[in-house]
């Protein structure tokens, strides 16, 4: 019996060359902020993406969940499909439940996204919110004492759980009045500046007293009061909820109103 050489195409037997990846070449990388279970959350994660310039991920998707993509620092493309979304700073990209999606750096700079998430059931559109578009619409803003909010991701856009957007504060203000929610948790994302937060049940327990700087995160478990203080800077943070979506000053309008030493809803 003798051996035989199976036929192949002419394009098959192409040698091709190797490739020398050097240790320190540009890649993208995802570093895990935190879990809903070590946040003391039911639903929210967050992690965020470095980008070096001329890097392109690997395709990826956060199963079983929603996601958010915030372009905090540069520019970068997201492919879903054969859809591209080019971000420019601070916009940001819904990317619907599992869905694969890539990332890609073509500039000479490097560029950082934030990623939330919560776990959804059904698949609604991608949406692409441009913060030099959305920061002029007043439908899209809500204008409170020394500070605006930028709802980039309202409950007029289609999702299970997620409700997001800015919040940017004069110097020198502080959040009032505080309130908590009994059907939502969020996280605060610190992008610039520096100030203050408190995260407290009740005034009796108020513990949770912390200096907060570019980069840090803050999570608000359900019931939880939430005021923060900027000092001599502006002070700017990513505010994501999950749960019943909807914005605090939306639904009681006390709170626009800057009325009453506390509120729930």
């Given amino acids: 019996m003798t051996a035989t050489t199976p036929k192949t195409t002419e394009s098959s037997t192409t040698v091709k060359p190797g490739v020398l990846f050097k240790t320190d070449a540009p890649s993208v990388t995802f570093r895990q902020r935190f879990v809903h279970a070590e946040a003391n959350l039911q639903f929210l994660d967050c992690g965020e993406y470095d980008l070096p310039p001329g890097s392109r991920s690997f395709v990826t998707a956060v199963p079983g969940r929603e996601a958010l993509l915030w372009m905090w620092k540069g520019s970068a493309r997201v492919e879903i499909g054969k859809t591209t979304y080019e971000l420019a700073t601070y916009d940001t990209l819904y990317v619907p439940l599992g869905t694969e999606f890539r990332l890609a750096n073509a500039t000479d700079a490097p560029a950082r996204i934030i990623?939330?998430?919560?776990?959804?059931?059904?698949?609604?559109?991608?949406?692409?919110?441009?913060?030099?578009?959305?920061?002029?619409?007043?439908?899209?803003?809500?204008?409170?004492?020394?500070?605006?909010?930028?709802?980039?991701?309202?409950?007029?856009?289609?999702?299970?759980?997620?409700?997001?957007?800015?919040t940017f504060f004069q110097p020198h203000q502080r959040s009032w009045p505080p309130h908590n929610h009994t059907d939502q948790e969020e996280t605060y994302i610190f992008i610039k500046g520096h100030g203050s937060m408190e995260v407290y049940e009740s005034p009796e327990t108020l513990s949770f007293v912390h200096s907060v700087n570019e980069g840090d995160l803050v999570t608000?478990?359900?019931?939880?009061?939430?005021?923060?203080?900027?000092?001599?800077s502006p002070l700017e943070f990513i505010w994501c909820i999950a749960g019943e979506r909807y914005w605090v000053g939306d639904k009681n309008k006390d709170f626009m109103k800057g009325k009453g030493e506390s509120l729930t809803t």
């Fill in 115 to 166: 990623q939330t998430s919560a776990p959804a059931k059904k698949v609604h559109p991608a949406f692409y919110s441009r913060f030099a578009e959305f920061s002029k619409r007043e439908d899209r803003i809500r204008h409170l004492k020394g500070k605006d909010v930028y709802m980039m991701f309202d409950v007029s856009e289609g999702a299970d759980k997620l409700v997001a957007g800015y």
């Fill in 220 to 232: 608000i478990p359900f019931l939880n009061y939430h005021p923060v203080f900027s000092q001599e």
